[in-house]
């Protein structure tokens, strides 16, 4: 054989394995966003983390979800609350499927699943995704939690142009990004000095938390509503907090986002300055049992944003009726108003 074909068989065999190693990068564990071996009809979807539901709702996709923790979801031995039993009924028929980043692939492979959304942060995904990709179940990666409100349209958009409902997520999209307009044109006339200080609370395992996953997104919402902030931290972990932190941040103004509020009992609480005026604020929610619906949560937090901005600026933002925009929301989302249970209006 000649040295030329020699050459010849090399450069192709390594055409041939670049391609090949291509095309299953495509198709492996990569911690990306995107569809691995779409495309999908999304008609049986398995959910294997909570925080990804609520893009569900924004699709219309809701009644479709087969497989979900529901322990983790709040839907073990309970009576559906009105915003399941309106919207999504059939999350009562659902099946567990197991704990976060812990999910039974025997489960979720013997209900046919035409969709599994799992995150794209857990790296314990990657056996699953194996085991899945070897049946050829299409699974969806997201990232759908703790980041920042850009991250979270992204988000929108990428399950849009999966499941086939762009024309859905891109008018969440625009309703969003009007209500973060209408904000930000007027936080801009407000004089940093006129803008008060914002503390956000919130609980990790009955522990009061001021920084970290949980926190984040909230912050995002806050600064865009034009509060003066303590460091936000960048630490995917929650960071734990003590009364020092609050007085010495000595904010106008506390945002309560917490799921248990023991620290309420601490003797140290009644003395900050929000407490005594009155200014300690829960963040508002649709319906108590369905997580979903608070205002905090990426999904509502176009709701949240327009509240936070009453609050922080009141009169820069005293003509917002948030009743109204509460009932354009979900005329958008579900065809039809929502009573409101939380604290809002």
Same mark, same amino acid.
């Given at each position: ?19 090949? $190693? ?19 009809? !999304? ?21 479709? &979800? ?28 659902? %099946? ?10 025997? %489960? ?53 142009? $999966? ?30 000095? $006129? ?17 970290? !996953? ?30 020092? &932190? ?19 009992? $601490? ?15 829960? %963040? ?62």
């Amino acid at each position: 054989m000649t040295t030329i074909k020699k050459q010849l068989i090399c450069i192709t065999l390594i055409c041939v394995f670049m391609y090949t $190693a291509s095309v299953f990068a495509s198709n492996a564990f990569d911690g990306r966003e995107g569809l691995i071996n779409g495309p999908t009809k !999304a008609e049986r979807i398995v959910v294997t983390f909570p925080m990804s539901v609520g893009l569900l709702y924004i699709c219309n996709l809701a009644n479709n &979800i087969v497989g979900i923790q529901t322990r983790t979801m709040y839907l073990h031995n309970q009576e559906f609350g009105e915003f399941y039993r309106a919207i999504s009924p059939k999350l009562a028929e659902t %099946t567990d499927i197991g704990s976060i980043g812990a999910s039974n692939v025997e %489960t979720v492979l013997h209900l046919k699943p035409d969709l599994v959304m799992t995150q794209t942060y857990d790296t314990t995904v990657s056996a699953m995704i194996n085991v899945l990709s070897k049946n050829k179940v299409p699974v969806l990666m997201l990232q759908a939690s703790n980041g920042s409100i850009k991250d979270w349209l992204k988000t929108v958009a990428i399950i849009g142009e $999966a499941t086939g409902r762009k024309n859905r997520t891109d008018a969440y999209i625009k309703h969003y990004e009007d209500c973060i307009n209408l904000v930000e044109s007027r936080v801009k006339m407000i004089p940093e000095s $006129a803008r008060p200080k914002v503390a956000l609370v919130n609980t990790n395992r009955g522990n009061m938390i001021l920084r970290g !996953a949980r926190t984040r997104f909230l912050y995002d919402l806050m600064e865009k509503a034009g509060a003066k902030l303590m460091e936000r931290g960048e630490d995917p972990a929650d960071s734990g907090a003590c009364a020092e &932190i609050l007085f010495s941040f000595d904010p106008d103004i506390i945002i309560d986002d917490s799921r248990s509020n023991e620290f309420y009992n $601490a003797s140290w609480w009644k003395l900050l300055k929000p407490v005594k005026e009155n200014k300690v604020y829960l %963040t508002p929610q649709d319906d108590p049992q369905a997580w979903v619906t608070n205002w905090s949560q990426p999904t509502y937090s176009a709701l949240g944003l327009l509240w936070l901005a009453k609050i922080i600026h009141p009169e820069s933002f005293k003509d917002i009726d948030l009743k109204k925009e509460h009932d354009r929301f979900c005329e958008l989302m579900y065809g039809r108003t929502l009573s409101h249970h939380g604290t809002a209006f």
